[in-house]
C-alpha cells in the first residue's frame, strides 16, 4: 500500500484530505506544520507528499528547498497546494523541484488524478531504475567472469568451476584433469598481419575448443595465447589423451582470418587430480609446469605432468614479495672469497659474494634467490648495490693501508644487457675514488656468446675505464675459441667441475692443461676456482695456474674477517 505524507495547517483541509485519500487506499500520514513534515519524510519516507503553501511556522517553498538538500528526499514526488493563483508563483514552484501545483480551490478528482499521474510516473521511474541497475549487475558479472574477446569463462570462472569439480569428484571417487593449451604461433599473427586478425584467430579457437570437446567440458581463456579445458567424470587416462589429441587436430586446420589462410601449432600440458596433487593452485601449477615442457619438444605435443618438472611454489612468491624489500631494508651483505697468487703465495685478490639474512628465516642460498632476482629484473638494482658496496670497501680497506687487493664482481646476463652499464660503473668508480685497476667484473661465457658483437663492444668500453674482465665458469658455456681471441679480456676462471677431484679424473687433468696452456699463450691470467684438497692444489701449482680459490684456501668471508686476514700479511 503507497504512503502518502500530507503537510497541512488548516485542521478542515487536512481532514478532508485524510478521509478523501484514505478511501483512495492510501495510507495517510499528517503533518500540521512545516516542521515537522520535513522530519516525518526523513524518518518514513513516503512514497509522494502533498503540501500547501501556508504552513503557520514556514511556507510551501521552504520545506520543498530543505527537502531538496537531501538526495534521498529529493527523489520524492511533490504536490504543492496553493493558495496563489499567479504564473510566476506557480513557475517558481516547478523550478524550485515541484513535480506538480494545485490552486485552492481543487475538486477531489485532480487531486486523485495528480497523485495518481506523479505516483505512477515515479512506478515507472523506479522500474527503469531497477531495470538498469540489474543489466548493470549481470553485465559486471559477464566482465567478472567470461573473457571479453572470446566469451570464454575467464581464470576467475575456471578456478569456481575446478573447486566445484573437484568437490564432486571427492563424493563420487571420479578424476578432473586440467589441460593447459598454447597457440604457439599467435605472436607471428600479430606481427605479421596485425592484433585484429590476432583477436579473429583466438575467436575462432575458442568456437574450434567448444565445438571439439564434450558439453561437459569447460573451456576457459587463461591469458593472450593460452587456454585451459576441464575434463571431469572420465573413464581413464586414455580419455585424456583423446581429448588432447582432439584439440591438436582441431587446431593444426588452416585458419581462414581476413585476406589469409594460416596455420598455427599447438602445444598442450596436462595434470591430474587426484594422481598428481590434491591442492587446486598446485594442480594449475603443475598444468602449467607440463605446458612448459611440451613447448620446447615440438609443435602439436602434449605432455602430462611429471614430478621431475619445475612448478612455482607459493614459497617463491613469499620470495619474491621478501625480496623486494630486502634491499630498501638492507638485509643484504657483502662476503668475499681470497684468491691466492699460487707465485707469491699472498692474498692478492677476492670474489664478492652477496648473502641475504632475512630478519625471521635467517641466511637465505643465493642459488634460491638469484635466480628468482634475474627473471624478475630485481638483479639490476641488487647488482648496482653490490657494486658500489664493493668499491666503497675496497677504497676504505686501501685508506687504512691495508695490502691492494683486487675484487671481482659477478655480472650477471640481465645485467650485462642493461643500457648505460659503462657510464653506471664508471659513476661508481669516481664516487668511491677508487682505482678501476682494483676492480674486476665476471662475465659467463653464456652472456658474451648471446650478441657477441655487441659484447666485444661493451667489453672495450668497460677495458677503457681501466678495469680488469674475467669470463667466469669458463668451459661450462659455448667455448667458442673463435670468439676468445677476440673478447678484450684479462683472465680465464676455470669451473669448479674440472677442477673438482682433478688428480684422479684423466679427462679433467687433459682439461685443465690445456686451458692453462692456452690462456697463457693468449696472454691471459687463470683462475682455479672450487679448490678444496691439497692435491687439487698441488696439481694447479705444477700446471703454472696464476690464482687459486676455494674452501682450501678460505671460506667466504665477512667484511670484518677478511680485513683481518689482509692485516695478517702486513
Known amino acids: 500500500m503507497q504512503k502518502i505524507l500530507v503537510i497541512e495547517n488548516n485542521a478542515e483541509i487536512r481532514e478532508s484530505l485524510l478521509l478523501l485519500l484514505e478511501a483512495e487506499g492510501y495510507t495517510v500520514t499528517i503533518a500540521i506544520d512545516g516542521h515537522s513534515g520535513i522530519q516525518l519524510a526523513a524518518e518514513q ?50 523550478e524550485m523541484g515541484a513535480d506538480d ?44 567472469h567470461y573473457d571479453s574477446l572470446t566469451d570464454l569463462p575467464n581464470h576467475r570462472l575456471l578456478y569456481q568451476r575446478l573447486t566445484q569439480s573437484i568437490q564432486k569428484a571427492i563424493q563420487r571417487n571420479q578424476h578432473v584433469a586440467l589441460i593447459s593449451v598454447s597457440l604457439d604461433r599467435l605472436r607471428q599473427v600479430n606481427n605479421v598481419m596485425g592484433y585484429l586478425a590476432g583477436d579473429s584467430l583466438l575467436q575462432a579457437t575458442a568456437q574450434r575448443l567448444t565445438a571439439c570437446l564434450p558439453k561437459s ?60 596433487t590434491q591442492d587446486i593452485n598446485v594442480l594449475l601449477r603443475q598444468a602449467d609446469a607440463a605446458l612448459d615442457w611440451a613447448k620446447q619438444q615440438k609443435s602439436h605435443y602434449y605432455q602430462f605432468y611429471r614430478t621431475d618438472m619445475p612448478v612455482v611454489s607459493s614459497d617463491e612468491i613469499v620470495l619474491e614479495t621478501w625480496l623486494r624489500y630486502a634491499l630498501e631494508r638492507q638485509e ?17 685478490g677476492a670474489e664478492a659474494l652477496i648473502r641475504w639474512c632475512h630478519p625471521e628465516k635467517g641466511y637465505i642460498s643465493p642459488s634460491q634467490f638469484i635466480p628468482l632476482a634475474e627473471e624478475t629484473g630485481l638483479i639490476v638494482p641488487i647488482g648496482e648495490w653490490i657494486l658500489r658496496t664493493v668499491c666503497q670497501q675496497t677504497r676504505a680497506w686501501q685508506q687504512e693501508g691495508l695490502p691492494l687487493i683486487r675484487i ?37 661465457e653464456t652472456a658474451l656468446m648471446k650478441d657477441t658483437e655487441t659484447a666485444i663492444c661493451l667489453l672495450k668500453e668497460l677495458k677503457d675505464l681501466g678495469l680488469c674482465i674475467a669470463i667466469d665458469d669458463f668451459g661450462t658455456g659455448y667455448s667458442s675459441l673463435s670468439y676468445l681471441k677476440q673478447l678484450p679480456i684479462d683472465m680465464l676462471k676455470i669451473d669448479n ?33 672450487g679448490v678444496e684438497t691439497p692435491h687439487e692444489l698441488d ?16 671460506p667466504p668471508l665477512s667484511k670484518s674477517d677478511m680485513q683481518n686476514l689482509l692485516r695478517s700479511q702486513l
Open 45 to 94: 519516507h513516503p512514497d509522494l507528499i502533498v503540501c500547501a503553501t501556508a504552513l503557520g511556522d514556514t511556507e510551501g517553498h521552504e520545506v520543498l528547498t530543505q527537502l531538496q538538500q537531501n538526495a534521498e528526499l529529493a527523489v520524492l514526488p511533490f504536490i504543492l497546494l496553493s493558495d496563489r493563483a499567479d504564473p510566476q508563483y506557480l513557475r517558481k514552484s516547478m
Open 332 to 348: 643484504f651483505e657483502v662476503y668475499y672469497q681470497p684468491q691466492k697468487q699460487l707465485k707469491s703465495g699472498k692474498i692478492t
Open 408 to 444: 671481482a664482481v659477478n655480472l650477471s646476463s640481465v645485467q650485462f644487457n642493461q643500457p648505460h652499464l659503462t657510464h653506471m660503473v664508471a659513476q661508481i668508480l669516481t664516487e668511491t675514488a677508487l682505482d678501476p685497476a682494483y676492480l674486476e667484473l665476471e662475465l659467463t
Open 497 to 529: 667441475c674440472f677442477v673438482r677431484g682433478v688428480t684422479a679424473d684423466v679427462k679433467n687433468i687433459a682439461i685443465l692443461t690445456a686451458v692453462i696452456q692456452m690462456a697463457h699463450n693468449l696472454q691471459l691470467g687463470v683462475i682455479a676456482e
Open 539 to 554: 696439481f694447479l701449482i705444477a700446471n703454472n695456474c696464476d690464482v687459486v680459490q676455494g674452501n682450501f684456501v678460505s
Open 217 to 276: 567440458a569447460t573451456v576457459a581463456r587463461l591469458t593472450g595465447n593460452q587456454f585451459a579445458v576441464l575434463l571431469t567424470a572420465f573413464q581413464d587416462r586414455q580419455a585424456v589423451v583423446a581429448a588432447s589429441e582432439e584439440i591438436i587436430d582441431c587446431l593444426s586446420r588452416p585458419f581462414s582470418l581476413p585476406g589469409q589462410e594460416v596455420f598455427v601449432t599447438a602445444s598442450i600440458g596436462i595434470a591430474l587430480y587426484p594422481e598428481d
Open 101 to 144: 501545483c494545485l490552486i485552492k480551490p481543487f475538486t477531489e478528482t485532480e487531486l486523485t488524478a495528480a497523485i495518481a499521474a506523479r505516483l505512477g510516473k515515479q512506478h515507472a521511474i523506479t522500474e527503469r531504475y531497477v531495470n538498469i541497475l540489474r543489466h548493470t549487475a549481470e553485465r559486471l558479472n559477464r566482465l567478472a
